[in-house]
């Protein structure tokens, strides 16, 4: 089973910047879309940017030209860099694969502990 583990979170004013790793075990990595995942306090966990096996990336409109999702297949790691850093980026951040059936994204494995980013105004 696909264990992944995430790092990188921490407490930042906003304007800053963060660098989130997602570190996953399994020979399937460099087969799946990886996505990082934000939860924000009271809300629904989303889908904030994505990658492809071949690399093509995508974004949610929030965080668009603020972030921006790699991933290193030798290493078996996707990262997230944050720039700009808004209080409503403010969330526990999960990575995952997932698979998008449609307009729906489905993670594929189970959940990380995640890595808390907090942005303060």
């Known amino acids: 089973q696909v264990q992944l583990v995430e790092s990188g979170g921490g407490l930042v004013q906003a304007g800053g910047s963060l660098r989130l790793s997602c570190a996953a075990s399994?020979?399937?990595?460099?087969?799946?879309?990886m996505g990082w995942y934000r939860q924000a306090p009271g809300k629904q966990r989303e889908l904030v940017a994505g990658?492809?096996?071949?690399?093509?990336?995508n974004y949610a409109d929030s965080v668009k030209g603020r972030f921006t999702i790699s991933r290193d297949n030798a290493k078996n790691t996707v990262y997230l860099q944050m720039n700009n850093l808004k209080p409503e980026d403010t969330g526990v951040y999960y990575c995952?694969?997932?698979?998008?059936?449609?307009?729906?994204?489905?993670?594929?494995?189970?959940w990380g502990q995640g890595t808390q980013v907090t942005v303060s105004s």
């Open positions: 990658i492809t096996s071949g690399g093509s990336t």
């Open positions: 399994g020979s399937s990595f460099s087969l799946n879309a």
């Open positions: 995952n694969a997932y698979m998008i059936v449609r307009t729906t994204n489905f993670p594929l494995g189970s």
